[in-house]
Structures are given as structure tokens and as C-alpha cells.
């Protein structure tokens, strides 16, 4: 998703510390990989270990931020696209297997390692593992060089035919959540495999996966991407829903299976907003059981990344909106992080769990920002009207109280989470 809100201050990513997640480095094989040949995909391999330094010339770029009308953002903004191919074709989901093709036409070709060699894509949680046909797995930076060969049907040719692009491991680093433990609680602090990817089509133009300026420290925005995988949930564009898949037969843990896809988001997109807050299957800790977000509490987070105050569709903010936020768990805390309540001056919103919409409406965070084009009555009122006019279930949403606290759930009258102004 070109998501509406900045990891707590504008843009600030948590600093990587030293991993202590064991990772398996396990030798790569030396034998010829056996099973798909490689010379079948060799044309869509590079020759060189790095593209040509050419861009795309038709290469669209993504929306201006500064151009959005409020509660007109369009789904290449404020949907849950989470990565862009640099043509107009946003996408959040790739298949788990070489036949099932997502929404915009796009599935899997095959999956290399560095040397060229074809191995079976797995996603196990929130981390992608390569399987060499001898059964050595291939999985943290022993990943980077590995290629994703990707081909997307383009139905308005003529005749139809398929592009094939090359989504490149860079490399593997690893991140904290946003959410933290509660000391005592059965969950475990651990970090996050982020893959940077660099992306071409198969003519060696390269695109932009992430849109450019979502990581402003990114020496190369315009070719590369910072990126969370994971697998266990699906979201609906229309109404943010959220759905919990169980475990593939056999299996206790999110994971990638046949006919079932995964997830692949650039940092400071929603959806992974939502999987660094902890919202997601693959970020729990097993054992959690009950205490874990359920599906509609994800769906209020990401309504709440998103502006969708009325829960109705109606995205009410923008790219690099500074945010706090302060939720109701047995389990994480954000305090300290970067979407901690310390230094909130203001209250956003209270938003209701079970609902998935916001409860009462503070300072708006896009007016505080100065982006939305409206003085803040004018926005509060085009808010409100918003949720008794539009959508399948109206309402009334009331102001807060002034003298609300924004620094923490509990002052909320009621409800699952607070989102807070810097």
C-alpha cells in the first residue's frame, strides 16, 4: 500500500541492532540444481551481477501526494498496494506457486540463487526460503543475489502476451518491531528480515518497486526497495477486511503453500505498518493463542494507518503524516518505538475493535500536516459528513474531548486504539 501515514515521524526507520535470530546460512550446493533446467529462464537472467543503468522511459509514476482531493485517495496511494512495478501496476501479493496469478495478472516464474540455480519458493512466516532441489535451504543474506522471476499477462496487447520482470535480493537485514513486548507476556522481541530488491523488466530497464521517497535514506530510491514478506493474511482493497488463513495441512505456522499467496511490502506502506505493529499472523509468537489481534482489530489498524475514520473506504490523510499510536493488548506496547505515545500533543482519533471505525474524532492528523488543502473545520466537517452519508453502515462520529490524553488507550471512553498527533 502507498500508505498514508510515516513510521511514526516522517519517514524514521528504527535502527537495525545486532541480530540474535539464529539464522541457517546452510552451504549451497555445488551440484547442477536438478528439476526445472535452468537454460529454460536463462534469457530472463542478467549477464552481469547488476542491471543496466538505464531506467524505464515509460516508466508512470505514482501519485502526487499533493494533488489528492480528502477522501478521494486513490488505491495507488491509500489502497494496500505494496510494492509498484514502475508501469502503473501496483500489487500486495504474489502466488506461492508458478501457476496462480494474482489481481494484476502477475505470477511466479521461477526462483534463482545467485549462482542461476532454480530453487521452490517458500515463505515460512515472515521469512522467504529457497529449497535446492538436494533439499538444502537457502534462507537470511545467504538470499541476497537470489532472483524472483516474475511474468505478467498484459491482456490489452495484441495479441496478449506476458511481460517478465526480475526482482533482485540486494540484500537481507533485520529490523524491530514497531510493537514491543510487555515485559512478562509470552511473546518474544525478536527482528524482522527486510530484503532490499532491485527490479527490471525483461528488457534491463529497471523500475521503482517502492515508490520513491518512501525511504529517503535509500542512496538508489529509484531502483530499489526495502521490503517485509510474509504470509497468513489476506486483505480486501474495498473494505480493509482482514482474513486470518489457517496453516497449510501439516503445519502449526504460517506458511506458503500451492494455490496460496503471500504477501511482499515496501517499508512505509500500511501493510507493513500492520506486520511491524504486530497485526499479522507471522508476527506472533507461537503460544500467543487468544491474546493475539483478531482479524477485526487488524482491520481497525489498518483503517487506522489509513485515515478510514468511517470505516466506509474514505481515506482521510496522505504519505509522511507523523502519527503516535497506543492500542489496547495483553501482549506489545509501542512506547519507545517509533509510533510511541511520548510526545503526542494531540489526539487523532479513538477507534473501536469490533467496529473497525473510529469512535470520536480529534485533531485531524492531515490537517496538522498541513497537506489536505482544508482549514480544520472544513476537514472535521467533510470527515463527519463522510460517515452519515457514505457507506453500508452510517453513523455519527462525535468529537473527542478536549481533554482527552492522546498518550494512551486507556482515556479513550471506549475502544481498541488511539492515533495521536506529534
Not at 547442477?32 to 533446467?37: K, N
Amino acid at each position: 500500500m502507498q500508505t498514508s501515514v510515516s513510521r511514526g515521524v516522517v519517514f524514521a526507520l528504527a535502527a537495525c541492532l545486532a541480530c540474535d535470530r539464529v539464522i541457517d546460512d546452510a552451504p549451497l550446493e555445488v551440484d547442477d540444481a536438478e528439476g526445472l533446467d535452468p537454460s529454460a529462464y536463462a534469457a530472463e537472467l542478467p549477464t552481469g551481477t547488476s542491471h543496466p543503468a538505464h531506467v524505464c522511459k515509460d516508466d508512470v509514476d505514482p501519485p502526487d501526494a499533493t494533488a489528492v482531493v480528502p477522501g478521494e485517495c486513490p488505491p495507488e496511494m491509500c489502497g494496500l498496494n505494496g510494492a509498484w512495478l514502475g508501469e502503473g501496476v501496483p500489487f500486495r501479493q504474489l502466488g506461492c506457486d508458478t501457476y496462480t496469478r494474482n489481481d494484476q495478472g502477475i505470477r511466479l516464474r521461477a526462483f534463482v540463487d545467485r549462482f542461476g540455480r532454480s530453487m521452490t519458493l517458500g515463505v515460512e512466516g515472515d521469512e522467504l526460503v529457497g529449497r535446492l532441489p538436494g533439499g538444502a535451504r537457502v534462507r537470511g543474506t545467504s538470499l541476497t543475489g537470489a532472483q524472483i522471476l516474475l511474468r505478467r499477462l498484459d491482456p490489452d496487447g495484441s495479441p496478449p502476451f506476458e511481460q517478465s520482470y526480475r526482482l533482485r535480493i540486494v540484500s537481507v537485514t533485520f529490523l524491530n518491531f514497531d510493537a514491543r513486548c510487555i515485559p512478562g507476556a509470552p511473546c518474544v522481541d525478536r527482528q524482522v528480515p527486510i530484503y532490499e530488491i532491485e527490479g527490471s523488466r525483461g528488457d534491463g530497464c529497471v523500475f521503482a518497486l517502492c515508490k520513491p521517497g518512501l525511504d529517503p535514506g535509500d542512496e538508489l530510491p529509484d531502483i530499489r526497495g526495502k521490503t517485509v514478506i510474509f504470509v497468513g493474511d489476506s486483505y480486501d482493497e474495498r473494505t480493509l477486511a482482514v482474513t486470518i488463513d489457517p496453516p497449510p495441512y501439516g503445519s502449526s505456522a504460517p506458511s506458503c503453500a500451492p494455490a496460496r499467496f503471500f504477501n511482499i511490502a515496501c517499508i512505509d506502506t500500511a501493510i507493513a505498518k500492520l506486520h511491524l505493529l504486530r497485526h499479522t499472523s507471522a508476527s506472533q509468537t507461537p503460544g500467543a493463542g487468544g491474546r493475539a489481534p483478531t482479524a477485526r482489530q487488524r482491520q481497525t489498524m489498518l483503517r487506522l494507518l489509513t485515515g478510514d475514520y468511517c470505516g466506509n473506504g474514505m481515506h482521510f490523510t496522505t504519505d509522511g503524516v507523523p502519527l503516535t499510536i497506543d492500542f489496547a493488548s495483553a501482549l506489545y506496547r509501542t512506547g519507545g518505538g517509533p509510533f510511541g505515545t511520548e510526545d503526542a500533543v494531540s489526539a487523532d482519533a479513538c477507534w473501536d475493535g469490533v467496529a473497525a471505525h473510529a469512535t470520536c474524532l480529534g485533531r485531524p492528523r492531515w490537517f496538522l500536516a498541513g497537506s489536505s488543502g482544508r482549514d480544520e473545520p472544513t476537514l472535521i466537517s467533510e470527515i463527519q459528513e463522510s460517515c452519515r452519508s457514505v457507506g453500508s453502515a452510517v453513523f455519527d462520529l462525535p468529537r473527542c474531548d478536549p481533554a482527552l490524553s492522546p498518550s494512551s488507550v486507556a482515556s479513550c471512553p471506549s475502544g481498541y486504539a488511539i492515533s495521536g498527533n506529534r
